[in-house]
């Protein structure tokens, strides 16, 4: 059971748009940075957003990201058959000094 | 090219011990905290230990791995490693090493090293 909490599955039609939430507490995201990973099968995880909505060198803006107080949340718009894969959030606890990722949602592209 | 190569995982009986490597091309790890995360088969990323850059020298390691699990680093060879001893069956997974580069932001994995834990 982790501690941050994702939907196992999100799912929608080729151009759709899905978010993914992302929900802590005030140790976790309400007090540190959230990031989210892309992982396709098979490969290690891909880096998608950082400091709560900021997008990596070569990352379309499809992607996008948010927080709000303890939940943060990931957006996909026009969506394609490639981002089928399993998406996790990700920050640190600031009172217990850890790690920590959410337990993953996989999309589906319908 | 920035660039993260694990090594070392391989099958392994409970309670025998395995050494992890994870060498860095293209940048100085000393420049950043780098982390070690894992995933066991069909399963989701778990979070295993870091450690700071140069200026620090802080270690942080998950209650699953506390004690039993030890994280280093070698400037000379820009390499980190996971030593890790009293191995179980549940700690079976990949093993990625991580570059923390802003914030729990990491920009660069490597391709991950099983290691198995079987009798």
């Known amino acids: 059971q982790s501690v941050l909490t994702q939907p196992p599955s999100v799912s929608a039609a080729p151009g759709q748009k899905v978010t993914i939430s992302c929900s802590g507490s005030a140790s976790n995201i309400g007090a540190n940075f959230v990031s989210w990973y892309q992982q396709l099968p098979g490969t290690a995880p891909k880096l998608l957003i950082y400091?709560?909505?900021q997008r990596p060198s070569g990352i379309p803006d499809r992607f996008s990201g948010s927080k709000s107080g303890t939940s943060a949340t990931l957006g996909i718009t026009g969506l394609q058959a490639g981002d089928e894969a399993d998406y996790y959030c990700a920050t640190k606890d600031s009172g217990l000094t850890i790690g920590l990722f959410g337990g993953g949602t996989k999309v589906t592209v319908l | 090219q920035v660039q993260l190569v694990e090594s070392g995982g391989g099958l392994v009986k409970p309670g025998g011990s395995l050494r992890l490597s994870c060498t860095a091309s293209g940048f100085s790890l000393s420049d950043f905290y780098m982390t070690w995360i894992r995933q066991a088969p069909g399963k989701g990323l778990e979070w295993v230990s870091y450690?700071?850059?140069?200026?620090?020298?802080?270690?942080y390691y998950a209650d699953s791995v506390k004690g039993r699990f030890t994280v280093s680093r070698d400037y000379a060879k820009n390499s980190v490693f996971l030593q890790m001893d009293s191995l179980r069956v549940d700690d079976t997974a990949v093993y990625y090493c991580a570059r923390d580069w802003r914030n729990w932001g990491h920009d660069c994995w490597g391709q991950g090293t099983l290691v198995t834990v079987s009798t």
């Open positions: 400091d709560n909505n």
């Open positions: 450690i700071s850059n140069r200026a620090g020298t802080n270690f």
